[in-house]
């Protein structure tokens, strides 16, 4: 059980264009998903959490206007990179929550390799 | 503030070894413990939980962890490494006691089983 989709697996885009990524549980619904960024050989940053039918919150230091979080559904949820450029390209990955407070836990997708040229 | 400390970059071992990942919290209220393990490019997959009970918690792939309450320790092992092992590790904790704090990630440990 808990699977969690993510979409596309990689990305290779020109610097100035919009990339979405989508994340998707498979076989619950999630109210709660959560948005990391890894740079090589680190841990995760958690850019910010999405809750369904409501706006983001974005941790201390991510630009909302930049990485637009849309969870419109109890299944999918998009982060979208506005304008990338080089110093964008990272390795994405969402969490969606499953399970009653406080026992919930995240599982996580595969994660998506963006590279901005 | 919740945290964790994963005080090794970089563990080796060789295979057949037992090996020891270590890990450290800090919360104020009773901790809700995780490890989860890393390949290259992928998600994390999930190893072990403790939220309670026996301090002996074991998981995926022949890992097991001890839960220390009074080090604040959380630390993994496997009595025998495997080179498929060599991975990236994570520890996470949560606070149980206070719901609206998210999980807290620590830095990782590679680990490198060597043939």
């Known amino acids: 059980g808990a699977v969690v989709s993510q979409h596309p697996s990689w990305v290779i885009c020109k610097s100035g264009t919009s990339v979405k990524i989508e994340c998707r549980s498979l076989d619950f619904q999630a109210t709660t998903m959560f948005w990391y960024r890894q740079f090589p050989k680190q841990s995760l940053m958690l850019m910010a959490t999405s809750n369904e039918g409501s706006k983001a919150t974005y941790e201390q230091g991510v630009e909302k206007d930049k990485f637009l979080i849309n969870h419109a559904s109890l299944t999918l949820s998009t982060l979208t990179v506005t304008s990338a450029h080089p110093e964008d390209s990272s390795f994405y990955i969402c969490?969606?929550?499953?399970?009653?407070?406080?026992?919930?836990?995240?599982?996580f997708g595969p994660g998506t390799r963006l590279t901005v040229l | 503030a919740q945290s964790v400390a994963q005080p090794e970059d970089q563990v080796n071992v060789a295979e057949g070894n037992p090996l020891t990942v270590k890990c450290t919290y800090s919360?104020?209220?009773?901790?809700?413990l995780f490890w989860y393990v890393q390949y290259p490019n992928r998600g994390l997959q999930f190893l072990l939980k403790y939220i309670t009970g026996d301090n002996l918690v074991k998981g995926s792939y022949g890992f097991e962890a001890e839960f220390n309450k009074s080090q604040t320790s959380f630390h993994l092992k496997k009595p025998s490494a495997l080179v498929s092992d060599s991975a990236l590790y994570f520890c996470a904790v949560r606070d149980m006691d206070n719901y609206g704090q998210n999980f807290v990630f620590g830095p990782g440990t590679r680990l490198s089983v060597l043939p």
């Open positions: 919360v104020s209220g009773n901790p809700y």
């Open positions: 969490s969606a929550l499953h399970g009653y407070q406080p026992y919930n836990e995240q599982f």
